[in-house]
């Protein structure tokens, strides 16, 4: 069963870098069927899709945070990373980590989640 | 790119039909298959309902159905169950490589 399972800092202060990653277990980032990705959510509000990554592929990004935005990957610990610079109170929410079959609409597996707050 | 149109929130009575829409535009919802509907209840992770507009994920009710039509795609839920009760969001690919999400309908049964 494959698992995902993201960490990193709860807390960033204004204009740094948001830096979080998500462990794949059950399952290998380097498969050519799946995307990788980050879906986030504000509190009390709707999700927003971050971006994804295809290992040795090319990236897509959320073009509201294009400018901001890296999502990369470590096969050899079978994890993949999210690092959102320059960032503002906007960016706090619920920041799960996801995988998208390569050939159709399913994100068919999330991650539990974690918080990340925008303060100083 | 803006979020695909969905009612902030429907609402029905136990055993009833229910359709919550998703309108986007010829970039997205009108030109690919590629539209999947997520249920998530409060403080919980969003659950895969409906892909590839029609589709149903093993172990997903047959109460749950899709369609589309032209740049608007619908999820029905018949024979409305209170834990039915929950938020809906729509995804879809767009002809920038991307994806985008509905706001969000709020179920209330």
């Known amino acids: 069963q494959l698992q995902l399972q993201e960490s990193g800092p709860g807390l960033v202060k204004p204009s740094e870098t948001l830096s979080l990653t998500c462990s794949v277990s059950g399952g290998s980032i380097s498969s050519s069927s799946f995307y990788w990705g980050w879906i986030r959510q504000p509190p009390g509000k709707g999700l927003e899709w971050v971006g994804n990554m295809f290992y040795g592929g090319t990236n897509y990004y959320n073009p509201s945070l294009k400018s901001r935005i890296t999502i990369s990957g470590d096969t050899s610990k079978n994890q993949f990373s999210l690092q959102l610079g320059s960032v503002t109170a906007a960016d706090t929410a619920m920041y799960y980590c996801v995988r998208r079959r390569g050939d159709s609409s399913q994100v068919d597996y999330w991650g539990q989640g974690t918080l990340v707050t925008v303060s100083s | 790119q803006s979020a695909l149109t969905q009612p902030a929130s429907v609402s029905g009575s136990p055993g009833q039909s229910i359709t919550i829409s998703c309108t986007g535009t010829?970039?997205?919802?009108?030109?690919?298959?590629?539209v999947s509907w997520y249920q998530q209840h409060p403080g919980k992770v969003p659950k895969l309902v409906i892909f590839?507009?029609?589709k149903r994920p093993s172990g997903v009710s047959d109460r749950f159905s899709g369609s589309k039509s032209g740049n608007t795609a619908s999820l029905t839920i018949s024979g409305l169950q209170a834990e039915d009760e929950a938020d809906y969001y729509c995804n879809s690919y767009t002809t920038s490589s991307t994806w985008m999400f509905g706001g969000g309908t709020k179920l209330t049964v």
């Open positions: 590839d507009v029609s």
């Open positions: 010829s970039s997205d919802v009108g030109n690919y298959n590629y």
